[in-house]
């Protein structure tokens, strides 16, 4: 059974169209990645999925039911991660799990349990009786998430989840994730700048300017780049960037300190690029595409171009809220 | 089953930040005293705003109209809550919840009037001490009535925040909506001998009925009761009771509407 289902999505606000009119479906215990640069329109498909915006035109089922006409149906069947904090500052943390459970319907003796299992996932048993207020960015995100993972849904949005926290943290949530998927069937959505989490995926799709442009398993995604991806530098790029088109006639691509080409044999190709251009080079690499290779190759961009350092992200989240503390 | 855990989960936690909010509570205790010994003194003395019989003052005139006043502010200062709510995110996790939107304007209106009830029975404690004397029957129609109009506002007040954006517009809501409600509702003047444009406004005012409602219980059977109540007890509850119900239906629609 399909238990996401997007037909020809359009959402516009006022004039500026943020989805364009986009398709997908999502299989039962699916991990489904979105992945693209802000403003891409992420989190507007996902607040119409999860029945938060009206869309302009077009459909889009949940479990089976219309997210426009059984929004209540719609909300039974999901749990949400938001990409902001949507926590009560005011209350403990464990009045945030409580209070979750509790409009969940999730009953006393079981949710106890879970309490103690996700809050031990992201390490803050030992805080739960303080209030959110004096937590810091880091473990509001990691208590945002695990009030998102306290009841076992149809389908659980991730927006952005993991930004701001290290990498341990990140893979003992994924791995509570996997195991969820396992053992209850959960399919997750998912949102993510973030390279290594979009390979958790069965299935990416790489949203630009509120269109899919590609969508497939991370493994053929990839396989869009032909070969190697060799990456340089000189004292002036441009200048290394115009030999590389017009002298040798490659496809090369500005990224943010160098150029990048694609070829197919890297380790023979480095050689002869150097003897043919000596003193431009002064620095050079060579690996295997990655998606974020995918992803400039489709959208013309670096997704980490756009990508502050995770905590300045979350930063930049909190700050706004700082100013009323 | 869901819609009562809905309201529930709202409710207390609406009260459970009420009591965690000490400034709150101190001036929710301290501005009707403020009100009352200021305006009560300083008005009595000079202006004579009520012709009273012997043995009562304008201090007992003014004390209903000051409950009201308290229970006013605090119900919609409750409801616009939900302004921060959509503010701070966290409304954002309610409306996904599968519970249905009306239980979480109900639990909202209903903690809202709890606060307000709080705020209330610590005011009628002091009844004693301006010579106001109230007898278990007369509390328990008191409170009643109290519960009657702070449902009535809090629920006036989601009406309010459901349609504001950011808590700046809130400070215009205050000046032409909240204070003229209160300046009007014959809380510190009474409805006699004002001009007859603004007696059409106090009678329009829902809070009129409300203070009047309220001096029918204190005053009921004394010698002043004449001159400080205005409409008849079943009027008075007529109008709240009507009002309440509107106000809420209201409530729950725009909360079910606003974005
Ligand atoms: N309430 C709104 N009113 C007007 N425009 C909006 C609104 N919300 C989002 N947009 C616009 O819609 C576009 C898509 O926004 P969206 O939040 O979906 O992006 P995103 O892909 O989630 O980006 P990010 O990676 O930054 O989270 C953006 O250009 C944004 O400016
Ligand atoms: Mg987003």
Redesign the interface.
């Given at each position: 059974m399909k238990v996401i289902e997007v037909n020809n999505l359009v959402k516009k606000y006022n004039d500026f169209t943020a989805v364009n009119n986009i398709n997908f479906s999502v299989d039962e215990g699916e991990v489904f990645g979105f992945l693209g640069p802000n403003g891409a329109g992420k989190s507007t498909t996902i607040k119409i999925l999860?029945?938060?915006?009206t869309l302009t035109s077009g459909k889009a089922y949940l479990n089976g039911y219309d997210v426009q006409k059984e929004p209540?149906k719609v909300?039974?069947s999901?749990g949400?991660v938001?990409q902001?904090?949507?926590?009560?500052?005011?209350?403990t943390a464990k009045?945030n799990l409580v209070?979750?459970a509790?409009?969940?319907?999730i009953p006393k003796k079981i949710y106890q349990k879970r309490l103690q299992q996700v809050l031990e996932i992201v390490e803050l048993t030992d805080r739960v009786d303080t209030l959110v207020k004096t937590f810091s960015g880091g473990m509001k995100r990691r208590l945002e998430i695990a009030r998102g993972l306290l009841h076992y849904p149809k389908v659980i949005f991730l927006d952005e989840p993991t930004v701001g926290l290290d990498l341990q943290t990140r893979s003992r949530i994924w791995e509570y994730i996997h195991q969820l998927r396992k053992t209850e069937g959960v399919t997750i959505f998912l949102t993510t700048h973030y390279m290594d989490e979009a390979e958790n995926c069965n299935r990416i799709a790489i949203i630009d300017n509120g269109k899919i442009v590609a969508l497939n398993t991370p493994e053929k995604l990839k396989e869009r780049v032909s070969g190697d991806i060799v990456t340089m530098a000189s004292a002036d790029n441009n200048r290394l960037y115009k030999r590389l088109i017009n002298e040798f006639g490659l496809e090369a691509e500005m990224i943010k300190d160098g150029v990048q080409v694609e070829t197919a044999k890297g380790e023979t190709f480095i050689p002869q690029l150097i003897s043919k251009l000596p003193n431009e080079i002064t620095y050079i690499s060579l690996r295997k595409p990655t998606l974020n290779d995918v992803f400039l190759k489709l959208t013309g961009r670096e997704i980490r171009e756009e990508l502050l350092d995770g905590k300045e992200i979350m930063r930049a989240r909190l700050g706004r809220?700082s100013r009323?503390k | 089953m869901r819609a009562i855990q809905g309201i529930y989960v709202i409710w207390l936690r609406d009260i459970i930040r009420f009591f965690r909010e000490k400034p709150r509570i101190i001036g929710m205790i301290g501005q009707p005293l403020l009100y009352l010994t200021i305006m009560g003194t300083g008005l009595a003395s000079t202006l004579r705003p009520v012709q009273l019989p012997a043995g009562f003052d304008y201090i007992d005139f003014m004390y209903p109209g000051i409950i009201c006043m308290s229970v006013l502010f605090t119900s919609v200062f409750s409801a616009v809550s939900i302004v921060w709510d959509r503010e701070f995110g966290f409304l954002k996790e309610v409306l996904v919840a599968p519970v249905p939107r009306w239980s979480v304007a109900l639990g909202k209106a209903l903690g809202g009037s709890t606060i307000s009830m709080i705020q209330a029975t610590i005011l009628l404690v002091i009844a004693p001490f301006i010579g106001l004397k109230l007898t278990f029957l007369a509390l328990i129609k008191l409170w009643l009535i109290l519960f009657l109009i702070s449902f009535a506002l809090t629920s006036f007040g989601i009406i309010i925040a459901s349609r504001m954006e950011t808590m700046q517009g809130f400070q215009v809501i205050m000046n032409f909506i909240i204070m003229p409600m209160f300046f009007l509702s014959g809380a510190i003047f009474p409805l006699k001998g004002v001009p007859g444009w603004m007696e059409i406004l106090m009678r329009l005012d829902p809070l009129t009925y409300g203070v009047d409602a309220i001096r029918n219980i204190f005053f009921a059977g004394t010698p002043a009761y004449e001159s400080m109540v205005t409409f008849s007890l079943t009027q008075d509850l007529t109008v709240i009771g009507v009002m309440g119900v509107v106000f809420i239906i209201l409530a729950t629609w725009s909360f079910n509407y606003a974005k």
């Open positions: 999860s029945t938060l915006l209540n909300r039974s999901i949400l938001f902001e904090t949507t926590l009560d500052e005011r209350l009045e209070f979750h509790m409009l969940y319907g809220r009323f | -």
